[in-house]
């Protein structure tokens, strides 16, 4: 059992950080906050910082059903929203697509160049399942510092299998704001409806000779208005599935169409993904 902080305390005495710095615990406890109190603060030390968001479901820099990452120097607002490099997840839970979250949380750490790069992650920490993502993901990211924040003690089945590694346990601040699953479910949609009202949409084709899909077993009907990801080295932007016919696949995406040709992989949504959030069909 460890000793509890508060956040408060933690912050007004912030022991001196670097090298990455992984934030862990349940929703609504005060992570993607207290990660951007510190990156605000490593800022104004004159530290460089990267934030990578791994919470697919309430994803702060990019799109819903994405991770993301982006890069701060001095002068940068770190409450801002805005990314550098998203990999489309395609889910707004992790249980399905683990391994692809797993896999671009590495890739985006790839593109870290910072003297701290603060890793956020979703809320999902409760049960078996949980903890083996929450250990793989650990182990692949190999954190020098743990940040748990735990109303009770439902991270301790997480953090009693972690060794090596320096853990502070936090309690929430009693200024945490709890969402309701509806106020959650908003800002996503209001996220997927600014993004797809671009006036930068358009319909484009492209041939599955060139591109491969993800997950591979060939769609079957009812594909319209599917979320897509259109992937080079990271998603290149996100699209709305028309159909697929044989070798080609039809879609709509803001996508620059110069950009068209660096599209390697396109990963499929959750079916109903958009409609659930009472998007579709578009
Ligand atoms: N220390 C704090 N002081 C004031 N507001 C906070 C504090 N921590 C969190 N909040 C607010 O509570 C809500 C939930 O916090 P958030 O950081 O998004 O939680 P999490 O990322 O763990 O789901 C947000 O609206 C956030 O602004
Ligand atoms: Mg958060």
């Keep these: 059992m460890m000793a509890h902080g508060q956040v408060e305390g933690f ?26 109190q510190i990156a605000d603060r490593l800022l104004r030390e004159g530290k460089t910082v990267c934030i990578v968001d791994l919470d697919v479901g309430q994803q702060s820099l990019a799109l819903p059903a994405t991770i993301a990452m982006r890069s701060l120097s001095s002068g940068d607002d770190p409450f801002s929203p805005s990314f550098e490099r998203m990999i489309f997840i395609g889910a707004l839970s992790p249980m399905p697509r683990m391994e692809r979250i797993v896999e671009g949380a590495i890739r985006l750490l790839s593109y870290a160049r910072s003297d701290a790069v603060l890793v956020d992650t979703t809320g999902f920490v409760q049960g078996e ?14 954190p020098d510092v743990i940040i748990a924040i735990e109303r009770g003690e439902e991270l301790e089945h997480i953090l009693s ?7 502070f346990t936090l309690r929430p601040s009693p200024k945490v ?10 800002l996503r949609r209001q996220k997927f409806e600014a993004y797809f009202a ?11 000779r060139d591109v491969k899909l993800f997950p591979d077993a060939f769609p079957v009907r009812g594909e319209r208005g599917r979320l897509i990801g ?9 699209g ?9 696949i039809f879609f709509r995406s803001p ?10 992989e396109i990963v499929l949504g959750d079916t109903g993904l958009l409609f659930e959030e009472g998007l579709s069909p578009m």
């Design 177 to 186: 704001r709890r969402r309701e699953r509806e106020e959650r479910q908003r």
């Design 129 to 142: 399942d949980a903890r083996r993502f929450k250990l793989k993901k650990i182990e692949a990211i190999r």
């Design 255 to 264: 996508i620059p169409s110069d950009k068209l040709k660096c599209v390697r």
């Design 230 to 238: 259109l992937n080079g080295e990271t998603t290149l932007a996100l």
């Design 161 to 167: 299998r972690l060794e090596g590694l320096e853990v």
């Design 11 to 36: 912050l007004s005495h912030p022991p001196p950080l670097k090298g990455t710095v992984l934030f862990l615990g349940a929703a609504d406890t005060g992570k993607t906050f207290l990660s951007r």
């Design 240 to 248: 709305i599935l028309e159909a697929i016919e044989k070798d080609r």
């Design 198 to 208: 671009q006036e930068a949409m358009g319909d484009y084709t492209l041939n599955l």
